[in-house]
T-cell receptor, first 117, second 112 residues
Framework: EPEVTQTPSHQVTQMGQEVILRCVPISNHLYFYWYRQILGQKVEFLVSFYNNEISEKSEIFDDQFSVERPDGSNFTLKIRSTKLEDSAMYFC???????????????FGEGSRLTVL | AQSVTQLGSHVSVSEGALVLLRCNYSSSVPPYLFWYVQYPNQGLQLLLKYTTGATLVKGINGFEAEFKKSETSFHLTKPSAHMSDAAEYFCAVISPGTALIFGKGTTLSVSS
């Protein structure tokens, strides 16, 4: 069964360092998403991406964050200068269709746990 | 703006007992509603969804949920809990033009 894969599963970094989280969405999916979950809090939407550009982003997704689809398979989230409060589980997701328009299902990866010291 | 509230961050049941996980939503337009489950060390997996039509929806693993517009609720139930149901459950809502918004999650524990 096709699945979304994320790497690394856990990354520890020093405050101020750049981090890149990688995701390989399901191959025929066109819409890509990043969500995060700070320990003990809700899963929060960060950004959605379609046709090589951001289609929607939340207030959390500030200038420190960026996303990229550098090739036909990977979808990356970059945090330029990490802060302590960026420590969270980051989930990548993909869908065939835009969820809002057609209630297409989001398929999630297992998450990348980021710990900022 | 839409939102989701899950009542109870932790629910404990005995094996064979009824499972009831509560979810209330707030949306200015008819919402689409979802329940996702996260087993330990795994990603989020769709359990079931309500878009239009029948208000009682059935999902995987014997779970079902009923959309009640008058109560703005979408509670998740299962008649008989199994040990393998122990996981974290997330209710989520979406309205046209918005991203999927999750609740804080409810951890379900099942004891023998």
């Amino acid at each position: 069964e096709p699945e979304v894969t994320q790497t690394p599963s856990h990354q520890v970094t020093q405050m101020g360092q750049e981090v890149i989280l990688r995701c390989v969405p399901i191959s025929n999916h066109l819409y890509f998403y990043w969500y995060r979950q700070i320990l003990g809090q809700k899963v929060e939407f960060l950004v959605s991406f379609y046709n090589n550009e951001i289609s929607e982003k939340s207030e959390i997704f500030d200038d420190q964050f960026s996303v990229e689809r550098p090739d036909g398979s990977n979808f990356t989230l970059k945090i330029r200068s990490t802060k302590l409060e960026d420590s969270a589980m980051y989930f990548c997701a993909s869908s065939e269709r835009r969820v809002a328009g057609a209630a297409g299902e989001l398929f999630f990866g297992e998450g990348s746990r980021l710990t900022v010291l | 703006a839409q939102s989701v509230t899950q009542l109870g961050s932790h629910v404990s049941v005995s094996e064979g007992a009824l499972v009831l996980l509560r979810c209330n939503y707030s949306s200015s337009v008819p919402p689409y509603l979802f329940w996702y489950v996260q087993y330990p060390n795994q990603g989020l997996q769709l359990l079931l969804k309500y878009t239009t039509g029948a208000t009682l929806v059935k999902g995987i693993n014997g779970f079902e949920a009923e959309f009640k517009k008058s109560e703005t609720s979408f509670h998740l139930t299962k008649p008989s809990a199994h040990m393998s149901d122990a996981a974290e459950y997330f209710c989520a809502v979406i309205s046209p033009g918005t991203a999927l918004i999750f609740g804080k999650g409810t951890t379900l524990s099942v004891s023998s």
